[in-house]
């Protein structure tokens, strides 16, 4: 069974910084590429990055390039994102989700999610 | 980041049919695949149409996708109480060089 497990978020004061992981299990990883998708409260899905199987390519949202960097470790099966200059609409669930086995980045959707993890940035 | 629309709310009773729709542009659907995720309060968003009109297994064949032009569309047809969740379209957009999605359409059975 696939399994994508998140970990890392919590409650953080603006500016400060988070580092989320996303383990994987029953999944090969290194295959994929993986996303990081968000959902603000009482908001829509929101992509927010994501990263090739060799990680030679990353691409991110507007609203957070400069800020966070999506990153990812096949020997450990695992996935992260580092958060830094954090805002308050920056609060939100944050999902792993798997993506393409191969090239483009768009050749297919999110087929495996784990739980997600909570994202608090308040003061 | 422009995303693709979507009605925020849809709904019917049970039995009935129901579409949402998906509207964006020529550098996102009119480029790309859509991909369809239904998703509930407190889980994780499920992989539900994919390229267009394709159904992961376990998805009823009640539902159905289709796209057209800068235009896409979810169908579901013989509407139950179990189908009532958020409907998200999404696809790849080349001119932003990342995903977008829809703003989410919540689907209410009467």
């Known amino acids: 069974e696939v399994q994508l497990v998140e970990s890392g978020g919590g409650l953080v004061q603006p500016g400060g910084s988070l580092r989320l992981s996303c383990a994987a299990s029953?999944?090969?990883?290194?295959?994929?590429?993986m996303n990081w998708v968000r959902q603000a409260p009482g908001k829509g899905l929101e992509w927010v990055a994501n990263?090739?199987?060799?990680?030679?390519?990353?691409y991110y949202v507007d609203s957070v390039k400069g800020r966070f960097t999506i990153s990812r470790d096949n020997a450990k099966n695992s996935l992260y994102l580092q958060m830094n200059s954090l805002r308050g609409e920056d609060t939100a669930i944050y999902y792993c989700?798997?993506?393409?086995?191969?090239?483009?980045?768009?050749?297919?959707?999110?087929?495996?999610w784990g739980q997600g993890t909570l994202v608090t940035v308040s003061s | 980041q422009s995303g693709l629309t979507q009605p925020p709310s849809a709904s019917g009773t049970p039995g009935q049919s129901v579409t949402i729709s998906c509207s964006g542009s020529?550098?996102?659907?009119?480029?790309?695949?859509v991909y369809w995720y239904q998703h509930l309060p407190g889980t994780a968003p499920k992989f539900f149409i994919y390229?267009?009109?394709q159904r992961p297994s376990g998805v009823p064949d009640r539902f159905s996708g289709s796209k057209s032009g800068t235009s896409a569309s979810l169908a579901i047809s013989g509407l139950r109480a179990e189908d009532e969740a958020d409907y998200y379209c999404?696809?790849?957009?080349?001119?932003?060089?990342?995903?977008?999605f829809g703003g989410g359409t919540k689907l209410t059975v009467l």
């Open positions: 990263i090739k199987q060799d990680g030679s390519e990353k």
């Open positions: 989700a798997s993506g393409a086995t191969g090239p483009p980045p768009g050749s297919w959707g999110f087929s495996y």
């Open positions: 999404a696809t790849w957009d080349d001119s932003l060089s990342g995903w977008v």
């Open positions: 020529s550098s996102n659907i009119g480029s790309n695949d």
């Open positions: 029953g999944f090969t990883l290194k295959n994929y590429w």
């Open positions: 390229r267009n009109t």
